[in-house]
């Protein structure tokens, strides 16, 4: 008799995510355990582990297609799954030979199924395979503000999502000062060939993710150079002589290390803002988040308790974070409790930028390329190596003589790796 | 080269096309509408849903002027002027038909009796029924040519005896007997009304029931009162063959209890229908087809070819003139770069019988089908005051609830009046009211609506006129 597995966890709050890919096929046999496919939910791709063993016999979901948690996603037979496991590669033939009436049976138990499955108009699930309880002029209003109604809790009976809950969702995610709905556009074909090219999940969240900062937060950006000449030529030292395989001692690990000690200078950097209650909300940890550019689109994985780490320690799981972002493994606990974000284009070009804030977050660091520049030092001419920092702020929280303040402790701290020591 | 060219054309004028046209008038565009029939308004309202039901007024008052006798009232039996009926129906045509072209005029639609062949994504040539042939660009179009009755070729004998809805509907003569091919909502209702006016009709049905589709609950008392109404209703049997003979249409029939061989005055084949994607150069703009020959559209009634879109019958199914009619608003809002998608729970289906058979969204066996845990409610029109004063109590009125929330999923309805008696139903399910919202609306007494509401409040406790005893 094959058996349903359900995605039953998707991860905390995850309403709904899209079959990214899927890495079993009818036929397989599985273990316990067994990662069957990835799902991608607006935070993250995240592999779906099976919690049982057996043979794969049919598949409910499609490459792409929605589930929502609880959703049946394959169906197995746990009676085959022994036979490969206890047999090995060779032998597995003859077993096979004798386990194959039970196969059948389970065979046409799966083809009623899919019989069924394909008159079904939505896919067949054991749980709340419902419509969203709205009317279609709550559906239209959700739509046009760009909300996903999934996400929105219903305060009607039964759960019913009103007018109102759709309006309350739009003003919490826009500040209350009403978000902006991006007329029309024009028929870019009348002008030449164009194509349309969808948006990932992903992408989705991290569009609607800076809209929301960008229109809650009042951004301004400090921008300073840092002298790095010394650290920079003591770090190469330091990773010339570094054992082999050890972790690789980025500026952007010791700019984590420099930020921390900042943050403890000024609390405010290392705050959230509630609005409603009028308060700062002050974290007493350092959580530091780096922007990640993947293929994929931008994460934004979090080193936690970076205060309470070494360099190299700091080094180590920085490596193991970006990896897994690339690798699209990041797990939802990888991207949350961030305090600080650090996003750098120093490996591309640039003098300066304005990075947007990630809310909640009340601050943020970008870090341009280094380049070599003529300074007067002592009144000679000398060629120093100059690293752009730019430091984007929610101007309610922090006022720009902080901002200024903060900035050149960072500057000092980056130009004198001694500081960063004792700091 | 073209000899002309419009912003927007709208090839078919049915209850996608005209809809469309109009909506896309209202929004600034410059408009044309074809269709090839000589009066605007599609199968619809020449060949379907309106003509039917004209003449199904009709039969209802000869079937109940029979019926009137038993409560005290005897009419003596009905004259029939055929000639004259056949003139009351194509009157209601003609008026409505004449409503959409001043409609049209009004709204600066420019409507054109012709055939539209399609030579590229943006050209159209029109041929008008006077031999002209002109050729339109156009910016944007909407293809909503519809469907036709499916005639498998064993049954084209080309004789003019065997008809499809079309022919049933002209109503040529009263034949003595008729045989009806497919006990759909189509077969059933023009069996009514040749029953109606005197033909003994006999229906063949392929599958088990009547209505292959619809909730069992509700096809019951139709089908009791049709039995009494038709000559024979034939289930699980197969129309093997026709032949046309000097005495009739001899069918050869494969079914238990069947006569294998019966003659009938005039067949109707009523096996479904099949949408209208040949024969107008659809290939020509590269607009791809599913294999049932449906135009693939996504949410927004968008074809793969961007600039153009398809409604109605030819999008899909289910084949159902508001579903087009609504789908007409979707595309035009759309193509004007609105976020306007096709996002309905509900879509009311009617068979206008006697009695009526009507529902909306999900029903008890398709919740069974997808494993979605349902409660069942039903109200028997015994219980109702209204139906009382009909003398029409076989009606029943279905809920499925959500078990969790008592929302109302879907509601079945048989009984007079059903088709009328959807609309509340379907904007409960469509805006997702819960039994209570409907149990405490007040409803107009005595009307077959309350039945709606009492039928909720056995949701979640006891309808005033039901009572079923608590299990101990």
């Known amino acids: 008799m094959s058996i349903e597995f359900k995605a039953d966890n998707l991860g905390d709050g995850v309403k709904s995510g899209d079959v990214a890919a899927i890495m079993v096929a009818v036929g397989d046999v599985i273990q316990a355990g067994h990662i069957i496919m990835e799902i991608e939910t607006d935070k993250a791709v995240l592999p779906l582990p099976c919690d049982k063993a057996g043979k794969v016999t049919q598949l409910l979901v499609k490459k792409g297609q929605t589930i929502t948690p609880g959703q049946a996603v394959l169906m197995l037979d746990p009676v085959a799954a022994g036979v490969p496991s206890m047999n090995g590669g060779a032998k597995s033939s003859a077993t096979a030979a004798v386990a194959s009436p039970p196969a059948k049976t389970t065979n046409t138990v799966v083809a009623t199924s899919a019989a069924a499955l394909a008159k079904a108009p939505l896919p067949a699930s054991s749980g709340r395979d419902l419509p969203l309880p709205a009317g279609p002029a709550t559906r239209r209003l959700a739509r046009e503000l760009g909300l996903n109604l999934a996400s929105i809790s219903g305060s009607g009976s039964g759960g019913r999502i009103t007018l109102e809950d759709v309006a309350r969702a739009a003003a919490g995610s826009g500040g209350g000062s009403g978000r902006v709905v991006e007329p029309p556009l024009p028929d870019f074909s009348k002008y030449g060939e164009v194509e349309r090219v969808a948006f990932s999940k992903l992408q989705k969240t991290s569009a609607n993710n800076l809209s929301l900062a960008w229109q809650v937060i009042p951004h301004v950006t400090q921008h300073d150079l840092s002298d790095i000449t010394e650290t920079e030529a003591l770090r190469k030292r330091f990773v010339e002589n570094a054992a082999k395989g050890s972790p690789k001692v980025t500026m952007t690990v010791l700019a984590m290390k420099a930020v921390v000690a900042c943050l403890k200078e000024f609390p405010n950097f290392n705050s959230s803002f509630d609005s409603a209650k009028g308060e700062i909300v002050q974290k007493k940890y350092f959580n530091i988040g780096i922007a990640v550019d993947t293929p994929n689109g931008l994460v934004v994985p979090v080193v936690k308790h970076v205060d309470q780490k070494s360099i190299l320690e700091l080094a180590a799981e920085l490596t193991e974070l970006a990896t897994k972002a690339r690798d699209r493994k990041l797990q939802l606990a990888d991207m949350q409790g961030g305090t600080f974000t650090i996003t750098t284009l120093g490996g591309i070009g640039g003098t300066s930028f304005t990075p947007i804030v990630n809310y909640p977050e009340v601050a943020i660091l970008g870090m341009s390329r280094s380049q070599k520049q003529l300074q007067l030092v002592d009144g000679n001419v000398t060629e120093r190596l100059m690293l752009p920092l730019s430091l984007s702020y929610d101007h309610r929280v922090v006022n720009g003589a902080d901002a200024a303040r903060f900035t050149v402790k960072l500057c000092n701290m980056l130009s004198s790796a001694f500081s960063m020591l004792i700091g | ?472």
């Open chain 2, 1 to 472: 080269m073209a000899d002309s060219q419009t912003e927007l054309l709208v090839l078919g004028g049915g209850p996608g096309g005209y809809p469309a046209a109009f909506e896309a008038a209202d929004h600034g565009m410059k408009v044309l509408l074809v269709d090839e029939g000589a009066r605007p308004g599609g199968v619809c309202l020449n060949r379907g849903c309106i003509p039917s039901k004209a003449l199904l007024h009709i039969a209802k008052l000869i079937n109940e002027s029979h019926e009137a006798s038993e409560w005290g009232l005897t009419f003596s039996s009905p004259k029939i002027d055929l000639a004259k009926l056949r003139d009351f129906k194509n009157g209601v045509i003609t008026k409505l038909s004449g409503g959409i072209t001043e409609l049209s005029k009004v709204r600066g639609v420019k409507l054109v009796a012709a055939r539209g062949t399609f030579l590229d994504a943006n050209t159209v040539e029109l041929k008008h029924a006077d031999g002209k042939i002109e050729r339109v660009s156009f910016e944007k179009a909407i293809i909503a040519t519809g469907s036709s009755p499916a005639v498998p070729p064993m049954f084209q004998l080309g004789d003019p005896r065997v008809m499809d809805s079309t022919g049933a509907l002209e109503l040529a003569d009263i034949p003595g007997s008729l045989l009806v091919v497919g006990g759909g909502y189509i077969g059933l209702e023009m069996g009514t009304v040749y029953a109606a006016l005197g033909s003994k009709v006999t229906v063949v049905e392929l599958t088990s029931g009547l209505l292959p589709g619809a909730d069992r609950d509700l096809v019951r008392p139709l089908q009791k009162r049709l039995e009494k109404q038709f000559a024979a209703l034939h289930l699980n049997t197969k129309v093997e063959a026709l032949k046309a003979t000097k005495a009739g249409i001899e069918a050869t029939l494969a079914g238990e209890g069947v006569a294998p061989k019966m003659t009938f005055d005039r067949v109707l084949i009523s096996i479904g229908r099949r949408p209208n994607s040949k024969g107008f150069g659809l290939e020509a703009t590269g607009v791809a087809v599913d294999e049932k020959g449906f135009i693939k559209v996504d949410r927004q009634l968008r074809s793969s070819v961007p600039h153009i879109f398809a409604i109605g019958d030819i999008a899909g199914e289910p084949m159902l003139a508001h579903k087009a009619t609504r789908e007409a608003k979707i595309a035009v809002e759309a193509m004007n770069g609105g976020k306007a998608e096709f996002d309905n729970i509900a879509i009311p289906a009617v068979v206008f019988t006697d009695p009526e058979i009507a529902w909306c969204g999900l029903m008890e066996h398709e919740a069974a089908a997808r494993n979605i845990e349902v409660k069942v409610v039903k109200f028997p029109w015994a219980a109702s005051g209204r139906a009382t004063t009909l003398s029409r109590n076989e009606g029943l009125t279905k809920l499925i609830i959500d078990p969790k929330t008592e929302r109302v999923l879907g509601v079945g309805l048989v009984g007079v009046n059903a088709g009328e008696m959807i609309a509340e139903a379907t904007l409960a399910v469509e805006t997702a009211a819960v039994a209570r919202d409907l149990a405490e609306t007040i409803h107009a007494h005595p009307t077959l609506s309350e039945t709606l509401m009492e039928a909720a409040e056995s949701v979640f406790g006891q309808a005033t006129h039901s009572y079923r005893p608590k299990r101990s």
